[in-house]
């Protein structure tokens, strides 16, 4: 793999019913890299949830996480308590990245144990993405810093991996009004929810 584009969020914040527009827009912006690069990858900057919100607090942070996946995200920077990433096992395929823990590059049908994402700076072979936000990106020794975004930004990346990983551009998207949302992660939030207030009858909130 000579070149790796990649997007990204954060900051959803428990935003469920803002992810089908999300998604819409995520697609938009697959389409303007080039097809021979292969599928960008497809990340998260954490934040995805707040105890403030009730779908958040019945699920324990997994809702929007749930969704994530079904929208084709690759890995996410996730603060959840170990019951609670137990139970999304098996469930998801999403690689959930906190200070334990790693995720290497798996984009069918592509594996690159070389890249490896990361909550912290880690040492990798070909380069190392950190999903703890920062004010810029930049790469600096192999490893690739990326800007923070708000909700309804995505962050766009270029790299080229041939002789070492160089920066070719990067920038901030702010998806516009309007956007249809996508019909199938609507139906996917309906779900979430719907499970939500199942838990929280179960505890008898």
């Known amino acids: 793999m000579e070149k790796l584009n990649l997007l990204y969020t954060g900051n959803i914040r428990g935003d469920l019913h803002g992810l089908p527009r999300l998604y819409t827009c995520l697609q938009q912006l697959r389409q303007q890299f080039p097809a021979e690069d292969g599928s960008p990858l497809l990340l998260d900057l954490g934040e995805t949830c707040a105890p403030d919100i009730w779908h958040c607090a019945a699920t324990g942070g997994r809702s929007v996480l749930i969704v994530l996946d079904g929208m084709g995200y690759h890995a996410a920077h996730v603060a959840l308590e170990e019951s609670e990433r137990h139970k999304l096992h098996g469930v998801t395929t999403l690689?959930?990245?906190?200070?334990?823990?790693?995720?290497?590059?798996?984009?069918?049908?592509?594996?690159?144990?070389?890249?490896?994402?990361?909550?912290?700076?880690?040492?990798?072979?070909?380069?190392?993405?950190?999903?703890?936000?920062?004010?810029?990106t930049q790469i600096s020794d192999g490893t690739l810093y990326l800007q923070a975004v708000e909700k309804g930004q995505i962050g766009r990346v270029q790299l080229d991996l041939s002789a070492g990983p160089r920066l070719l551009s990067a920038e901030i998207v702010r998806c516009p009004p309007g956007l249809r949302p996508d019909v199938t992660i609507a139906a996917a939030v309906d779900f979430v929810e719907e499970e939500a207030r199942y838990a929280q009858r179960q505890r008898g909130d």
């Open 95 to 136: 690689g959930l990245v906190d200070d334990r823990r790693n995720w290497r590059y798996h984009v069918p049908p592509v594996r690159d144990d070389g890249i490896v994402v990361s909550a912290q700076p880690t040492p990798a072979l070909r380069l190392n993405i950190v999903l703890t936000p920062a004010d810029a």
